[in-house]
T-cell receptor, first 112, second 114 residues
Framework: ELKVEQNPLFLSMQEGKNYTIYCNYS?????LYWYRQDPGKSLESLFV?????AVKQEGRLMASLDTKARLSTLHITAAVHDLSATYFC????????????FGKGTLLTVNP | DAGITQSPRHKVTETGTPVTLRCHQT?????MYWYRQDPGHGLRLIHY???????DKGEVSDGYSVSRSKTEDFLLTLESATSSQTSVYFC?????????????FGQGTRLTVV
């Protein structure tokens, strides 16, 4: 069974602190995605990681991919309140079969 | 913003009635997906399509059917709605190859079955 597991599922941080969200997947993946979702809204694409060692950064968020460990991380630097949201990772599996499977999400709350 | 539109955005229906949700894209992407989102379960794949008339089941496909007669439209049908199908439904699209790597989501449809 194809699985994508995120941890932690809940994360409460103070502003200015750093933290990492982890995303493990169960088999070889073609692509690894990170999304942000605000309450009552749709999912916003943050990053797409395609190859081993890929690193992408946008503002205070940095995502990386280790295909050998089947692990992606989303690192938050000096968190601010505006980063409060739910973050999802997702992966596609199979050569030509781009079935997109999601983790359960990490609810991030950044406190002043 | 990616050209993906879901309709309707909100719907209340009675148990036992059929319901069809529509997803329309203007990106000419090959892959289209239907997910449901429920508290504590994240996003679960219902069905997906990898081309016109080519569809396959996801992890929670019971009680749902889909059709894709054109590249741009992917329909999700609840044949006989049940209260357990009350959820928020999202459509997504993605391309293939090294260029069209993004997967975009529609705005969602909030379905309530009473």
């Amino acid at each position: 069974e194809l699985k994508v597991e995120q941890n932690p599922l809940f994360l409460s941080m103070q502003e200015g602190k750093n933290y990492t969200i982890y995303c493990n997947y169960s088999t070889t993946s073609d692509r690894l995605y990170w999304y942000r979702q605000d309450p009552g809204k749709s999912l916003e694409s943050l990053f797409v990681l395609l190859s081993n060692g890929a690193v992408k950064q946008e503002g205070r968020l940095m995502a990386s991919l280790d295909t050998k460990a089947r692990l992606s991380t989303l690192h938050i630097t000096a968190a601010v309140h505006d980063l409060s949201a739910t973050y999802f990772c997702a992966a596609t599996f199979g050569g030509s079969n781009y079935k997109l499977t999601f983790g359960k999400g990490t609810l991030l709350t950044v406190n002043p | 913003d990616a050209g993906i539109t879901q309709s309707p955005r909100h719907k209340v229906t009675e148990t036992g009635t059929p319901v069809t949700l529509r997803c329309h894209q203007t990106e000419n992407h090959r892959y289209m997906y239907w997910y449901r989102q429920d508290p504590g379960h994240g996003l679960r794949l219902i069905h997906y399509s990898y081309g016109v008339k080519d569809t396959d089941k996801g992890e929670v496909s019971d009680g749902y059917s889909v059709s894709r007669s054109k590249t741009e439209d992917f329909l999700l049908t609840l044949e006989s709605a049940t209260s357990s199908q009350t959820s928020v439904y999202f459509c997504a699209i993605s391309g293939t190859g090294a260029i069209n790597t993004e997967a975009f989501f529609g705005q969602g449809t909030r379905l309530t079955v009473v």
